[in-house]
């Protein structure tokens, strides 16, 4: 049943472990890249630390949204944690980077199931007008996640080596797998399903061929590459959408995306992770490299960016709850992101240290506003026995939109600077 009137916060630790899990793994394992590096090797494998994971992520999150679908969410959510102590394990005990690499994907694959799940089953346990509020616990979570992870990297990083930090995933795992099992949450109505193979296939294809066709535009002659990766990634993509409209239980149900609430609100997390993992990837070479700002600066910009990114999002789901409104927030924060990204593009090398870190804030309280009105909307509108693919769907938006964002960015930045070096080249 849709909304059986459980608090929000009744249920923070049910969700909060997993979806802390899922956004701080990034980047906690970006912060110990260099001294992976210098323990193993192998420096040209360390991007598939991260490229890897987020593959897996990708091609996971729709699975688990059908999985939680037809088993329980509850069921698959633990199943899911456990794929990911699994990946920890090998992590933690992995004697080469390749090895290191494997144990990432395995991770990814567990990880894929523990944004999705957690959305799918507020939207089946919270009253839709208790919603936002939700969001905004979970955007509270996303601050914490995104600003405490580098911290307690950096320390387990100081004190123990980066082993300890896949170490220090597996008892948090087992702690939501805990708090789980102690939880008395409905079962949910198990159906047969026939996994759609065909579908799960060719999507691993389309998302390879977009992966390989980035890296290929990267290397000085790798253009003949990129097209060929291009062309089978759009192969791959017109074959997945065929087969999602002749499948009997495809991972994106063509009744689901027909709903036009859900495939706007998939259309503008596609964009939302476009912008925020290029903006994230970018900025800091921003500053660095035009401004001359030194680390200390960057990371403290960086710190007001993410701050303000979780504040539009508490903001946001609560306003959600006390107005009923959705679309409206957007409509106003967005408008407000995108005026701040042209006064960096025309004015920021000239902006005095309060005046960047007053634009980022205004940046991140407009993107900020996004998720919580995207996944409230996707959880009002998508039919309960839907619910979970509509959120592994999300997470698969989010994640195709920054891997394919982050490239167009990178494609435009390197594409106008100089051939050759110089100051400010």
């Known amino acids: 049943m849709s909304g059986e009137g459980r608090s929000p916060l009744s249920l923070i630790l049910v969700v909060g472990i997993p979806i802390f899990l899922a956004l701080s793994n990034q980047t906690m394992v970006a912060v110990a890249l260099p001294a992976i590096g210098a323990d193993l090797g192998e420096l040209q494998y360390l991007p598939w630390l991260i490229t890897g994971y987020m593959l897996a992520v990708t091609v996971a999150g729709p699975v688990y949204g059908v999985l939680g679908d037809s088993f329980g969410r509850v069921r698959i959510l633990q199943m899911a944690l456990g794929i990911y102590v ?4 090998m992590a933690m005990l992995a004697g080469d980077l390749r090895m290191l690499a494997l144990a990432r994907l395995i991770q990814g694959f567990g990880g894929g199931g523990l944004m999705a799940l957690p959305q799918a089953m507020i939207g089946q346990l919270v009253a839709p007008r208790q919603q936002g509020r939700a969001q905004g616990y979970v955007a509270t979570i996303s601050t914490i996640a995104s600003t405490g992870g580098p911290a307690l990297a950096g320390l ?5 080596g980066w082993r300890s930090l896949f170490a220090a995933f597996i008892p948090i795992a087992l702690l939501a797998m805990a708090v789980l099992a102690r939880q008395d949450l409905p079962p949910a109505e198990r159906r047969p399903i026939r996994f759609d193979l065909r579908g799960f296939l060719w999507l691993i294809v389309f998302v390879l061929a977009a992966t390989l066709g980035i890296e290929a535009l990267r290397l000085p002659d790798g253009g003949a590459m990129a097209a060929a990766a291009g062309l ?3 192969g791959a993509l017109w074959a997945l959408v065929r087969s999602q409209r002749r499948g009997t239980d495809p991972l994106f149900p063509p009744r689901l995306l027909a709903e036009a609430r859900v495939a706007r609100a998939g259309a503008m997390i596609l964009f939302h992770g476009a912008t925020l993992v290029s903006l994230m990837t970018v900025l800091p070479l921003f500053q660095v490299i035009q401004r001359g700002d030194g680390t200390l600066e960057v990371a403290f910009a960086l710190l007001t960016l993410t701050l303000a990114l979780g504040i539009g999002g508490i903001l946001t789901g609560n306003l959600i709850s006390v107005t009923g ?10 408008p407000l992101a995108a005026a701040g990204i042209v006064a960096l593009g025309l004015a ?5 240290g309060w005046g960047l870190v007053a634009v980022y804030a205004a940046i991140g309280l407009g993107i900020g506003s996004v998720m919580p009105v995207s996944h409230t909307t996707v959880q009002r509108s998508a039919p309960e ?3 979970g693919r509509a ?5 698969f938006f989010r994640s195709i939109g920054g891997v394919l964002g982050t490239a167009a960015v990178s494609a435009v930045l390197f594409g106008l600077a100089p051939a050759e070096g110089g100051p400010g080249a």
């Open 232 to 234: 089978a990634g759009a």
């Open 156 to 160: 387990l990083l100081v004190s123990f």
């Open 391 to 395: 959120s592994g769907a999300v997470t």
């Open 348 to 352: 920021g090398d000239a902006l005095p």
């Open 385 to 387: 026995d839907l619910r």
């Open 86 to 89: 699994l990946g920890s394990a």
């Open 325 to 334: 409104r959705t679309v409206l927030f957007p409509l106003l924060g967005l």
